[in-house]
């Protein structure tokens, strides 16, 4: 017989790990599997960008004032699609939508999770095929089941999460999870039109040497910030510097990079926006979430991303996560300075 490689889908993959948890009924595997067929569709539209009347600007602004661009509103309308489909999710929040979507068929409202996405991240790389992703992440509600869900069941620290992922269309598509077990990493092959287990069991090294921040903001940093940015410059044979800077403006594309390789992102907050600019809800709790199942990090700078309770929607927070090692060194710069101010 001839020698074959496994193939294993992500269907598979959840439907195996459902198996393993006794008493499972397969809610948030039918969940996971219309996000993936939802990534699918948007992963088609992706690809096919140049071609169909898709990008550009939508013409409309979010809540948060940024322009829509037509590949956003596309995304969240076939993630909603696919959730609301599944008869597993009772609510929706999302960047693109100032408020949560709730649905009202009798299955959704009895449904036992909710979900919060930014549909389509790293906007501003859409028009010039550079990686751009979706983020997820996944609440078991508190608000009775059989009755519409609140934005209470929205509101719950990132340590409550039930599952957490990003889809990357990037040089191939992507898509990484986390249900709390560590974390897995699955490539779509076209071929097929599966994502495929291609990255099982994912590790953050200890330490790394790629540092990300968008250093166009300089001037707008902490002391603290700025000054490790000097670090990571300096040369010092013991700890590998200078390290290397790595910036694409998607925070998915950074992330996952550094998630791979070892690194440090950062999007702290500046003299402009005091409370940085990455959005709690769905996208650093996701990140962070996945990041610690990696064995990496994520704070604001002081505090565990996963254990500030929101108290809105579309809250900001500023951003460190990476390695674990280069997280701690880039706190105490934070930390001796701002004892100095
Ligand atoms: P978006 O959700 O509107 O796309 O914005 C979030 C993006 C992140 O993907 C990325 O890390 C960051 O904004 C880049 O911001 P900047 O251009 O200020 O560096
Ligand atoms: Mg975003």
Do not use: W
Not at 37 to 59: C, F, P, S, T
Not at 250 to 275: C, M, Q, W
Not at 297 to 303: E, I, K, P, R
Request: charged share 25%; net charge negative.
């Amino acid at each position: 017989m001839t020698e074959h490689q496994t193939v294993q889908t992500l269907n598979q993959f959840i439907i195996h790990r459902q198996t393993q948890h006794e008493g499972a009924r397969g809610e948030l595997s039918r969940l996971l599997h219309h996000v993936g067929i939802a990534a699918k569709i948007v992963n088609r539209a992706v690809n096919k960008a140049g071609l169909m009347d898709i990008l550009g600007n939508y013409g409309d602004k979010n809540v948060q004032g940024e322009d829509q661009q037509k590949l956003d509103v596309f995304a969240d309308i076939h993630f909603i699609d696919a959730l609301k489909a599944s008869g597993e999710c009772a609510a929706i929040a999302s960047e693109e939508n100032e408020n949560i979507i709730t649905f009202d068929d009798e299955m959704s409202k009895n449904a036992k999770y909710v979900f919060c996405m930014d549909p389509l991240d790293g906007s501003s790389n859409i028009d010039v095929n550079v990686s751009i992703g979706t983020i997820f992440s996944i609440y078991k509600r508190i608000s009775p089941r059989g009755e519409e869900a609140t934005i209470e069941d929205f509101l719950q620290e990132g340590t409550k999460q039930v599952a957490a992922g990003y889809i990357i269309y990037g040089s191939s598509t992507m898509l990484v999870y986390t249900t709390g077990n560590g974390v897995n990493g699955f490539t779509l092959d076209p071929s097929i039109g599966e994502f495929c287990l291609s990255h099982p069991n994912i590790k953050t090294p200890e330490k790394g040497k790629i540092y990300s921040i968008n250093e166009g903001n300089y001037i707008n940093f902490p002391t603290g910030v700025k000054k490790y940015i000097k670090y990571c410059q300096e040369k010092d044979v013991d700890t590998g510097r200078p390290y290397t800077s790595r910036y694409i403006g998607s925070l998915v594309a950074d992330f996952h990079r550094n998630l791979l390789k070892g690194g440090i992102f950062i999007y702290p907050e500046t003299n402009k926006n005091p409370t940085g600019k990455l959005r709690l809800l769905y996208e650093c709790n996701p990140i962070a979430f996945i990041a610690e199942q990696a064995g990496a990090q994520a704070t604001d700078g002081h505090n565990r991303i996963l254990e500030i309770k929101p108290t809105e929607l579309h809250q900001r927070v500023p951003f460190y996560t990476g390695s674990n090692k280069m997280i701690k060194r880039a706190e105490e710069f934070l930390d001796f300075f701002e004892s100095e101010e």
